[in-house]
């Protein structure tokens, strides 16, 4: 995505700034001619009035200038807006309908977010998903190493990949998965703020 179209907000500012002094100097010039013109023949306020007369011409091709440029800018914003939205869509969608199960969790694996697919893997629904652990769905036998492993991703900034086993929801079984884990966090912050969680499943000759 661009951020070419994105609009100078500064520049228009400072022409915000720089037509409002110019109101102010208008409205000082055709106050002080009105004054004089009060108590005053009209050929003798003639310069007077001349001067008020190019004030208004000066302050409505500001106002012209300043209602084009707002044009522009608005047009400006919503196609920044537009292409901030269709980006948006695009990569919801390269995560929600990818074939393979991802998750984002954070260093307690408190799931965050849950793609199709690894709804349809734990069997969960979404809204049941978001905010359980991952690790309850990890056999008691097994949760000591998963533990650890987790703890290994935690400390490190690399991808870590390791072998374990799920209990999907009222599947009855045991589900042997290859988990690969990718810590994010923001500079020099620890712990991880997230964890980016890819699962594969694996079959009996992936296992030997």
């Not at 995505?1 to 409205?27: H, K, N, Q, V």
């Not at 500001?62 to 914003?77: G, I």
């Not at 652990?133 to 990890?138: A, E, R, S």
């Not at 999907?168 to 884990?181: E, K, N, Q, S, Y």
Request: aromatic share 8%.
């Amino acid at each position: 995505m661009s951020t070419g179209s994105l609009p100078d907000m500064s520049e228009f500012a400072a022409f915000a700034d720089a037509l409002g002094g110019r109101r102010a100097r208008s409205e000082s010039v055709v106050r002080q001619a009105l004054a004089r013109v009060g108590g005053r023949h009209f050929a003798d306020a003639a310069a007077d009035l001349a001067r008020v007369s190019h004030e208004l011409d000066d302050t409505y091709e500001s106002l012209d200038s300043a209602a084009e440029e707002l044009r522009v800018q608005n047009e400006a914003l919503f196609a920044a807006r537009v292409e901030v939205e269709s980006a948006s869509a695009l990569f919801r969608n390269l995560f929600e309908l990818a074939p393979t199960p991802y998750l984002v969790t954070n260093a307690d694996t408190h799931v965050g977010y849950a793609n199709e697919a690894a709804c349809a893997l734990l069997r969960c629904s979404k809204n049941a998903l978001v905010g359980k652990l991952l690790v309850c769905f990890v056999p008691l036998n097994a949760r000591s190493a998963f533990r650890a492993a987790l703890l290994r991703t935690n400390q490190g900034g690399a991808v870590c990949t390791w072998p374990t086993t799920l209990t999907p929801r009222g599947a009855g079984g045991l589900l042997h998965c290859r988990m690969r884990v990718r810590p994010a966090s923001a500079s020099g912050m620890q712990p991880p703020l997230a964890l980016y969680w890819n699962i594969t499943e694996e079959t009996d000759e992936d296992l030997f």
